[in-house]
């Protein structure tokens, strides 16, 4: 039996004792009167009983589970030899990875006498621990469903009760945006603390030369690495401007275009299409970057003598740009459709033309409503990874040559966390003070940008 | 505005706060002079047989009051009408007796409410159990987008009013003949609320009101989205209701209030002007504002 | 008379500039046809791209050769026995027939050569045959089997390249024998099972799809199952119960905000938690869901909100004044009214973590995998990150079946908006 077991027996458990509930209720109806002298529907007090009767079970197994690993760990681990726990922190995780290996799967031939008789141990302390959980459970439960059993009458005001915890779990789930937003400053905060530590903040944040490898042996060439972020930060722009070059003014006409010009028809046709760029995902982007766009750049750069790199930031730009170009025109689009048409009105009735009417009457009254809009779309630019990743350089050039190679924050942050890593050396680390650098330029550009439409939307209202 | 309820505050405060009266009199809106007349109210608020009581109920909206030091008594099986120009409150005051109004966050409710025994704005009361003695009636028809049937069943089953389905069956026809709709729908129970006529709907919803068997049944202008046809049989349904249920009727119409009602309180600016049997508030009012309402000189 | 001269001359002053703003219009009107057909033209070279990359991964070349079971060879005297089965060399009666068709190949890299035209998987195919049919034993009979993906592109290609012959990889000698099998046709081209009905491999042309295909799945069914009842519950405190307070606004600042982080920035966040701090293994759709849940947590709360807004404030008097709880209120009403719409905006939140692949990259879920994975708790990659991953291999081949894996994702990615379109018209109710 294991801990999904336990959890499988214990919540059908739970939905049994809802009939119990519901089984005392009507027999407590029938003393006083029938159903109707009851305080609530009978469903309500199957729905009390559960609540009781669960939620103090359901919150001893997630304890339980949380920290039945650590405790029963521990204890192995004392009991190892003492020549395995003088070894460093990480060759004893290892080690203790191999005693459980062995607990799960028998002993293999490289099993030590030691790890096997620690493996046995864990056997039992794992089963032992089981055992416990069953017996805490199960006392508990019987426990508090004989007091409610007791306790419950038709007096008992269970519908006001479940609506109660209802109102609680509803809190609960929309504070988990709260969560999830410290989760997020906490993660990146704290292993971008550790990383400050062996890394000045100045030479991040100002350094101009960004090579995080780190030497494996001390006597390896270059092996003290630089944490010089500038290049990242520059690529990065250089890309995202490149992107913002394209998507701004194909987005913006092609909301224009569709808002004030098109037919219904046109409309209706042209602008699902154009949010089909919006839904491919990016790794597809990516491939079409990397496999078709960034080499027609270099052939058509090398027919006119241009020596194009076939990672260049043109690449990824472009197709970063048309990836935004539907982001940019829904935002624009809706801003535009905001603009009162007695604005329009005033400019037809004097004989604007159309293009004059937009130019000079709705642009400027949409303006900051656009801007907003472009800045979500810079900073989507910005946090943007797999077009990078797939179609941009790894190597740090400081250069604002689109046709050359430049990395961003992104690739950065994906090449220096995938694959196995140890959490500790400042070049995992550094990942991290990367993520809490576009988590805040990307938080500031959002902010300001729901901000400003926002209070465009209320001069409008 | 603020001037204005003085006149009708307690007697102590009415001395002090005549002078803020006397400042504001410059105003020439013809509603705003006329507030100022507004004393105690005239006519017969009270009831010998009461079932629900209201004394000194003041509502606020935030800081904007609403409703002023309103007492009014509904007795048993009576119709009370409620009139006044839009805006005058009635609505408002009429949401309190059942605390619809709970449900808008600012607003707050002084005075006493009592549905017999029973203190409708005590903190422990629980809002279920008053609504299913004091039904609601709305202005616009407003069925759930479910049958016929399970319109008039909702409420008898959350109240858990039956324990049996032929039970249930049974309150159905009962609510649907007594709201005179069954001959109109027994053949189609189980085709949507929201394919019925507006006059239909509103009788679903009367039906489906009185399928809790509330005591008293609330109408906030239970009319006033309907044609005249239709108005006429509501009409007609409210008179032969008042046989067993006490209601309260805000309507525009004083030819409406005139036809159903025992009693008709007109509320004017937030306080209860008048209170008299509905013969005598037509024929004879007691206070100039009312006879300037009912003679059409505003609303 | 005075009036009449000037009223004359602002209409000619106008007349005179009329053209030249008449030109700026049609300019203006041309620069918005140009940005739409600039973006319906990238979307058509994209699919055009991908799809005639892609296209030819779904059918597969096969090889007919005339095996001999031979025992002696195989090393295998029981067929009926599994362990002699899993040792037997079913290689060599490859190597066998194909030196028989063709025995001019003699040296050691032409043998090699030779035989690096069946794929290193058919032996498998040829041990299910003769575990089926043990009386095959000693038997000569005509099996079709995986050629190898050279083999394959230079069959699909060769007559492609306009008069050119198209080589790939493979040597003249190569191509020779490939010549020589397609005019006794013995070279065919299948549809190609393997693609959807395997996991990853280092050989393209035993490459598929199933085992990303299900880790997805398993993701998507774990941020499902999380993310729906979350949003929704988190939707109905904000439109019903939450009072009007700095707690609630700050609740709603962080959800707006959240839409709009770095979807990496979710992958750093499990990473930290759930990998670093729970101890969660790496490469497991559970975390992959938890994490994507997260991500689109924000999209369904505000998509649901929209929908819980739209449901008309009556039908909560109706019931309300019925004497219905909120909570009887908000479960019998305002969320059955409300579901169209908020099964619309999921769907579109399920679209978009479906495509989703950095923060996938973060947390492991880019490991070679060749298992495919049954439950939530057994590493697994997804269509995307596979994508990814194919992406990176030089092969012609694996261009072709990352192209096709891409075919795949965004036929499901465009059929799971359809059904939301589909939905909103359907079910959608205007008040």
Not at chain 3, 246 to 263: C, G, M, Y
């Amino acid at each position: 039996m294991d801990f999904s077991q336990i959890f499988m027996v214990m919540a059908a458990t739970i939905a049994m004792t809802f009939f119990l509930g519901r089984f005392r209720a009507l027999k407590l109806g029938q003393t006083v009167g029938g159903r109707k002298s009851l305080n609530s529907l009978p469903t309500y007090y199957g729905s009390l009983m559960a609540m009781w009767c669960g939620i103090p079970c359901l919150i001893l197994f997630a304890l339980w589970m949380m920290f039945d690993d650590v405790i029963i760990s521990q204890a192995i681990m004392q009991e190892l030899p003492q020549a395995v726990l003088e070894l460093p922190a990480s060759e004893r995780g290892l080690i203790f990875n191999m005693v459980s290996n062995i607990a799960e799967n028998g002993a293999t031939a490289g099993s030590e006498p030691y790890m096997i008789s620690a493996a046995d141990r864990l056997q039992s302390l794992r089963e032992t621990s089981q055992l416990t959980l069953i017996a805490c459970l199960a006392s508990m439960f019987l426990l508090i469903l004989a007091t409610v059993w007791a306790r419950m009458s038709a007096q008992t005001r269970a519908r006001t009760h479940v609506e109660g915890g209802f109102k609680w779990v509803l809190l609960i789930c929309a504070s988990i945006a709260i969560f999830t937003t410290a989760g997020i400053v906490f993660s990146v905060l704290f292993e971008s603390i550790r990383f400050f530590q062996s890394v000045p903040i100045t030479e991040f944040l100002f350094g101009l030369e960004w090579s995080p490898q780190m030497a494996i042996r001390s006597d390896q060439v270059g092996g003290s690495g630089a944490f010089g972020a500038v290049p990242l930060f520059a690529g990065t722009l250089l890309i995202s401007l490149i992107a913002m070059v394209i998507a701004v003014p194909a987005g913006l006409m092609a909301a224009i275009y569709l808002s004030e010009y098109a037919r219904p028809a046109v409309r209706s046709t042209v602008k699902p299409l154009l949010e089909v760029l919006a839904g491919i995902p990016t790794v597809v982007y990516g491939f079409f970057a990397a496999l078709t766009v960034a080499p027609f750049i270099r052939d058509t750069g090398g027919l006119i003598g241009l020596s194009v790199s076939s990672e260049s930031a043109l690449a990824a730009g472009l197709v970063m740009g048309i990836m935004i170009i539907p982001f940019v025109s829904s935002l624009s689009d809706d801003v535009i459709n905001a603009v009162p048409q007695s604005l329009r009105d005033g400019a037809y009735g004097l004989g604007a033309t159309r293009s004059e009417t937009i130019k000079q009457v709705v642009i400027p009254a949409a303006l900051p409503g656009i801007v907003g809009g472009i800045l979500l779309a810079v900073s989507r630019a910005i946090g943007e990874t797999m077009i990078v990743v797939m179609a941009a350089g790894l190597a740090a050039n400081l250069t604002a040559n689109p046709l050359e190679s430049v990395t961003t924050v992104t690739v950065q942050i994906v090449t220096l966390l995938v694959g196995d890593q140890e959490f500790n050396s400042p070049k995992t680390l550094s990942a991290f003070a990367l993520g809490l650098m576009l988590f805040t330029i990307t938080l500031v550009l959002n902010y300001i940008a729901l901000l400003v439409v926002k209070k465009y939307r209320e001069q409008y209202e | 505005m603020q001037a204005v309820n003085t006149p009708i505050q307690k007697n102590e405060k009415l001395n002090a706060n005549t002078n803020g009266t006397d400042q504001k009199k410059t105003s020439t809106d013809e509603m705003n002079n006329s507030a100022a007349k507004v004393g105690k109210t005239v006519g017969k608020p009270f009831a010998t047989n009461p079932k629900m009581t209201m004394r000194n109920v003041d509502v606020f909206y935030g800081d904007k009051q609403a409703i002023h030091d309103v007492s009014l008594d509904i007795g048993k099986n009576e119709v009370v009408a409620m009139i006044g120009p839009s805006g005058c409150g009635k609505s408002t005051f009429l949401r309190c007796l059942n605390r619809m109004n709970d449900t808008i966050e600012i607003c707050q409710v002084k005075g006493e409410i009592k549905l017999e025994e029973m203190d409708v704005y005590h903190p422990k009361q629980d809002v279920v159990p008053l609504r299913a003695r004091v039904g609601i009636v709305f202005q616009k028809p407003n069925p759930f987008p479910k049958s016929i049937y399970d319109n008039v069943a909702y409420g008898p089953r959350i109240h858990g009013l039956v324990e049996r389905k032929t039970d249930l069956d049974e309150i159905v026809e009962k609510s649907l003949r007594r709201a005179s709709l069954w001959e109109e729908v027994k053949d189609r129970l189980h085709a949507p609320g929201t394919g019925l006529s507006g006059g239909q709907q509103q009788r679903l919803c009367i039906a489906r009101t009185i399928a809790v068997s509330p005591e008293v049944i609330l109408m906030d202008e239970p009319c006033s989205a309907l044609d005249p046809i239709a108005t006429a049989k509501i009409e007609e349904l409210i008179t032969e209701l008042s046989e067993k249920f006490t209601i309260a009727i805000v309507t525009h119409s004083m030819q409406q209030a005139a036809r159903v009602s025992h009693r008709t309180a007109y509320f004017h600016m937030g306080k209860l002007v008048e209170v008299n049997d509905t013969k005598r508030v037509f024929t004879n009012p007691e206070h100039e504002l009312t006879e300037a309402y009912i003679t059409g000189r505003f609303g | 008379m005075t009036n009449s001269n000037q009223a004359l001359s602002t209409a000619e002053k106008v007349n005179q500039s009329l053209q030249k703003r008449y030109r700026a219009e049609k300019r203006f009107k041309a620069y918005g046809i140009g940005a739409i057909a600039f973006g319906l033209l990238c979307l058509v070279v994209l699919f055009t791209d991908i799809i005639s990359k892609g296209h030819s991964a779904f059918f597969q070349t096969y090889v007919k050769l005339e095996i001999t079971f031979d025992p002696v060879e195989m090393g295998l005297d029981d067929p009926s026995d599994t362990k002699q089965l899993a040792m037997a060399d079913f290689d060599s009666i490859i190597r066998n027939a194909l030196k028989e068709q063709f025995p001019e190949a003699s040296g050691r890299r032409d043998r090699r050569a030779l035989y690096a035209i069946v794929s290193n998987g058919a032996s498998f195919t040829l041990r299910e045959q003769l575990k089926d049919d043990p009386a095959l034993l000693n038997q000569t009979v005509s099996v079709w089997m995986l050629a190898d993906d050279d083999i394959d592109t230079y069959v699909k290609n060769r007559e492609d390249a306009d008069g050119e012959t198209f080589a790939g990889r493979i040597s003249e000698k190569q191509m020779g024998w490939v010549n020589t099998l397609i005019e006794n046709n013995q070279i065919e081209s299948r549809f190609n099972t393997t693609f959807f009905s395997s996991g990853d491999s280092r050989e393209p042309e035993q490459a598929g799809i199933l085992g990303a295909l299900m880790g997805s799945l398993l993701t998507l069914f774990v941020t499902i199952l999380l993310s729906f009842p979350i949003g929704v519950a988190a939707a109905v405190y904000l439109e019903e119960y939450a009072p009007q307070n700095k707690f609630t606004d700050f609740i709603e600042v962080n959800i707006n905000n959240l839409a709009a982080v770095p979807s990496i920035i979710f992958g750093l966040l499990g990473l930290a938690i759930f990998i670093g701090f729970f101890e969660m293994q790496r490469s497991l759709p559970l975390v992959g869901g938890l994490v994507l849940t997260l991500m689109t947590l924000p999209t369904i709360i505000i998509s649901s909100r929209a929908a819980i807004k739209a449901v008309p404030p009556s039908v909560r008097d109706a019931a309300l004044g019925l004497g219905a709880s909120k909570m009887q209120m908000v479960l019998h009403h305002v969320i059955p009214l409300a579901m169209p719409g908020m099964l619309t905006g999921a769907i579109i939140g399920f679209a978009q973590a479906l495509g989703e692949t950095a923060p996938l990259l973060m947390i492991g879920m880019v490991a070679f995998v060749v298992d495919i994975p049954g439950a939530i708790t057994d590493p697994s990659t997804a269509l995307p990150v596979q994508i990814f991953l194919w992406s990176d291999s030089p092969e012609r081949a694996f261009v072709e079946r990352t192209s096709a894996a891409i075919m795949v994702l965004l036929a499901v990615l465009i059929s799971m908006n359809t059904l939301a379109i589909w939905l909103r018209r359907r079910l959608e109710r205007r008040w």
